[in-house]
């Protein structure tokens, strides 16, 4: 699947962030202003963050109204939850699913 540049370097971006602390997800989120937030899934004994959820949380804390686009990597049994998108942008989110190695599996819409 071609990606257009923007979409792509949301799915590296994804992708860097599982991979820096070997998490079971990666996400990463654009907003309205074209800013980037990324972050890995937390699992820490009682603290358990899925890694879409916490990207959107980062954006909305920096100041994010409005999502354009977001990215997941991770496995494909990953239980994968596009609430916190919907929350803040509605519905139509392009969300591209991408394997850890960041292959485009899936564009799944919030």
Do not use: F, W
């Not at 916490?54 to 920096?62: I, K, N, P, Q, Y």
């Not at 942008?89 to 850890?100: D, I, R």
Request: glycine residues 8%; contains cysteine.
């Amino acid at each position: 699947m071609e990606l257009e540049a923007e979409d792509a370097k949301l799915v590296t971006l994804a992708k860097a962030s599982r991979a820096r602390i070997g998490s079971v997800a990666g996400a990463a989120v654009r907003d309205q202003d074209g800013r980037t937030y990324t972050a890995a899934a937390v699992d820490r004994g009682s603290l358990n963050i899925p890694a879409l959820d916490l990207a959107v949380a980062m954006a909305v804390s920096s100041g994010a109204t409005l999502l354009e686009a977001a990215a997941v990597t991770c496995e494909v049994d990953y239980a994968l939850d596009l609430q916190a998108v919907r929350d803040v942008s509605g519905t139509g989110v392009p969300v591209y699913l991408a394997s850890p190695a960041g292959i485009v599996r899936e564009v799944v819409s919030s």
